[in-house]
C-alpha cells in the first residue's frame, strides 16, 4: 500500500507539473509578443527615414584645393536622389563587409547623379587620441570617391536616434523622398546583390 501511495503522489505531481507546463507557455508566447510589440523601431519599411543631424564632426567636403573640412549633416539632405546608406562601427573590418557589392554598386552608379552613396562610421567607440586616425582614412577615402557622402558620428548619435543595434554594418536602401526602402544588417549575400541592384534601377523607373 505504502509503494502505491508514493506511486500515486508522483503521478500526481507529474500532472500537476504537465498543467503547470502547459499554462506557462501561452503566457510566455503572449509576454513576448507584448515585449516585441511595446517597442517601437525608428528604422520601417516604406517609412521616412527619421531626421538625424550630426554636428561634431559630421560631413567630410573637399573645397576647390582639395583640402578636407567637417560640416554639419543633416538626412533631410538626402532627399531628392536615390541613397545607399550605411551606417559602419569604426574599424576596418565593418568597412570591409560589403566591400564587395560596394565596388560593384560604384562600378554601376558612379556616374549616375540620381544615386547617391552616403556612409555614417558611428566612431564613438575610439579613444580621443586615435580619433585622427578616423578622420584621415575618410580624408584619404573622400579624396578617392569625391561624390560619396561620408560622415563622421563622433558623438555616436545616429544608433541612439535610430535605434539600431550595435552590429558591425547596416546598409538601408532610401528613395528620393526620403523612404526606407530595404535594410539589411551585416554582410549581404552574394545572391543579394542583384536584389539590391534591380530594386534601384526599380527606383530610377519610377522617377522617369
Given amino acids: 500500500m505504502k509503494a502505491h501511495f508514493l506511486n500515486t503522489t508522483v503521478r500526481f505531481k507529474l500532472a500537476v507539473n504537465c498543467l503547470a507546463l502547459r499554462l506557462i507557455k501561452p503566457l ?6 507584448l515585449l516585441f510589440s511595446s517597442h517601437s523601431f525608428a528604422i520601417e519599411l516604406d517609412s ?3 531626421a538625424l543631424n550630426i554636428k561634431e564632426a559630421g560631413e ?7 583640402k578636407a573640412k567637417f560640416i554639419s549633416w543633416s538626412s533631410s ?20 563587409i560589403n566591400k564587395v557589392y560596394l565596388d560593384k ?3 554601376r552608379f558612379n556616374d549616375n547623379n540620381k544615386v547617391d552613396s552616403a556612409t555614417i562610421v558611428v566612431s564613438n567607440n575610439i579613444p580621443s587620441l586615435l580619433g585622427g586616425f578616423v578622420k ?14 561620408m560622415i563622421n558620428d563622433k ?3 545616429t544608433r541612439s536616434a535610430w535605434e539600431l543595434p550595435e552590429t558591425q554594418a ?30 534601384i534601377d526599380e527606383l530610377l523607373q519610377e522617377q522617369e
Fill in 105 to 107: 554598386f560604384g562600378e
Fill in 48 to 50: 521616412p527615414l527619421p
Fill in 28 to 33: 510566455m508566447a503572449v509576454t513576448l509578443v
Fill in 60 to 66: 567630410i567636403v573637399l573645397n576647390e584645393k582639395g
Fill in 136 to 149: 584621415k582614412e575618410l580624408k584619404k577615402n573622400k579624396k578617392a570617391h569625391p561624390h560619396a557622402i
Fill in 170 to 199: 547596416i546598409m538601408m536602401l532610401v528613395d528620393s523622398k526620403g523612404v526606407v526602402r530595404k535594410y539589411h544588417e551585416g554582410k549581404l549575400a552574394d545572391s543579394e546583390h542583384q536584389n539590391w541592384n534591380s530594386a
Fill in 155 to 157: 558623438k555616436g548619435i
Fill in 77 to 96: 539632405n538626402l532627399i531628392s536622389s536615390i541613397s545607399l546608406l550605411q551606417v559602419l562601427k569604426a574599424s576596418q573590418e565593418a568597412a570591409d
